[in-house]
Every structure is written in C-alpha cells, then in structure tokens.
C-alpha cells in the first residue's frame, strides 16, 4: 500500500531560497515519518525561481540520487513554466553528478518542453 503525501505550494511567485528549504525539510520529514511519494502541488503557483526550483528540487534529487527521486517524487503544475524551471534545476544537478542516462532523460524531458511537445501528467 502506498503512503502519499501532498504537499501543496502557496499562490504566487516563489523565489526564496529559504522558503524551498523549509518545504523541502517537510518533504524529507514526511519520508522518514514513512512516506513512500510525495507529490508537490504547484497548480496554483505563478513564478517558480530558479534557486527555489533548485532548492527545492535539485537538493532532493542529490539527496534521493536520481532514481529513488524520479520514484517518490511528483509534480502537479498547471504552467509549462513551472515545469521548465524545475527541470533546469534537475538538469543542472545531474549535469554536476556526471550520470549521463538520467541526464538524457531530464535533457528530453527540457527539450520537450520547451518546444511544447509534451503532455503534462497529470499525477
């Protein structure tokens, strides 16, 4: 049986730094509590920076690895922009682990989108 936790992300633009670690420590706490996903819900978001998409997301990548985040982690957004930040984030956090596969893959994945090939699922 799987234990989900949503965890859903404040309207608006997000920028901080400080406000992606403080969601990130609640992800990470909901794991060791015994969660074996976590979605995050950025439907109602308008900006995502690029050091929150990092802080966020490209910290738990590094500390996940790469495939135990593409298994625990998900991402609801209504925006391709918000889909486009985070992936640069992952793209650049596998680009400094030197894994080539998962970099072909979050590669395809920015690529797609950028020329709004993709579909978003909606997990």
Do not use: W, Y
Request: one cysteine or more.
């Amino acid at each position: 049986m799987s234990n989900t936790t949503e965890i859903k992300l404040p309207c608006g633009d997000l920028a901080s730094r400080h406000s992606a670690s403080v969601i990130r420590r609640q992800a990470e706490c909901a794991f060791t509590e015994g969660a074996s996903t976590i979605t995050f819900d950025l439907s109602v978001v308008s900006s995502l920076s690029d050091s929150f998409a990092d802080e966020l997301f490209g910290v738990l990548l590094t500390r996940l690895g790469v495939e135990g985040f593409i298994r625990h982690v998900f991402v609801r957004a209504s925006e391709d922009h918000i889909v486009l930040s985070i992936a640069r984030a992952l793209r650049n956090r596998v680009n400094d682990s030197s894994e080539s596969a998962a970099l072909a893959s979050v590669s395809a994945l920015v690529a797609a989108r950028e020329n709004q090939r993709c579909v978003l699922d909606a997990h």
